[in-house]
């Protein structure tokens, strides 16, 4: 398959990359400076671009299978390159008539607000990241209205090490008590297996331990 990455350097979009490369897939890492991908295969194409630049996103996009977001602000707690990176990926996808969309966001946004503790809540997304946690649910809003084959992953919040696979996956709105984290590396490959896996489409999951 044919897959175009957004945000592709990031810490969990360059764990991707490489996991989508180990499955065999052609994979177009799209970022400002794909060079930072160290990765040597022949399969990987590194495309410099602005996702806030609608026709670098659309000559990304053209010829793609499916396309995967993981887009991210750094340390920025003000950009809204979530959701207006995702919009341009949205209106490619549209013109060249690519249908598979993956897009991670975060847990707590629109019905996943009450798997979150006290400290998420109020602290982190009531108050710190405010501005970001917005702009993932406006994120999530306009991928559910694209008309794509969509699927929103809800991450809780990253850790380092090795994908183990223990964590829980699709978790339901009625979920307490979590941890409230994953590592990376498991995320990327969820986000991988979404290429091949029909079972969230038009769905929003969530995965934490």
Not at 42 to 54: E, I, M, Q, S
Request: charged share 25%; proline share 3%; net charge positive.
């Amino acid at each position: 398959m044919k897959v175009a990455v957004f945000g592709a350097t990031g810490t969990v979009g360059r764990l991707a990359v490489i996991e989508m490369l180990a499955e065999g897939h052609e994979v177009t890492a799209f970022a400002r400076d794909p060079q930072k991908l160290k990765e040597n295969d022949p399969r990987l194409t590194r495309f410099a671009g602005d996702a806030l630049h609608f026709e670098d996103v659309a000559a990304a996009i053209k010829g793609q299978d499916a396309v995967v977001v993981t887009l991210g602000a750094g340390t920025s707690r003000n950009s809204h390159v979530r959701s207006a990176g995702t919009m341009n990926v949205i209106r490619a996808m549209q013109r060249h008539g690519v249908r598979r969309l993956i897009c991670q966001s975060t847990l707590g946004t629109h019905e996943s607000w009450d798997n979150l503790n006290f400290f998420w809540k109020r602290i982190m997304f009531g108050a710190l990241l405010r501005p970001v946690f917005k702009d993932h649910e406006l994120q999530e809003q306009l991928v559910r209205a694209s008309g794509l084959d969509w699927t929103i992953v809800r991450p809780s919040a990253f850790t380092d090490g090795p994908g183990l696979g223990n964590f829980i996956e699709d978790v339901p709105t009625s979920a307490r008590r979590l941890t409230l984290k994953i590592t990376r590396a498991d995320v990327a490959s969820f986000l991988s297996r979404q290429l091949h896996d029909t079972v969230y489409i038009e769905r929003a999951v969530g995965l934490s331990s």
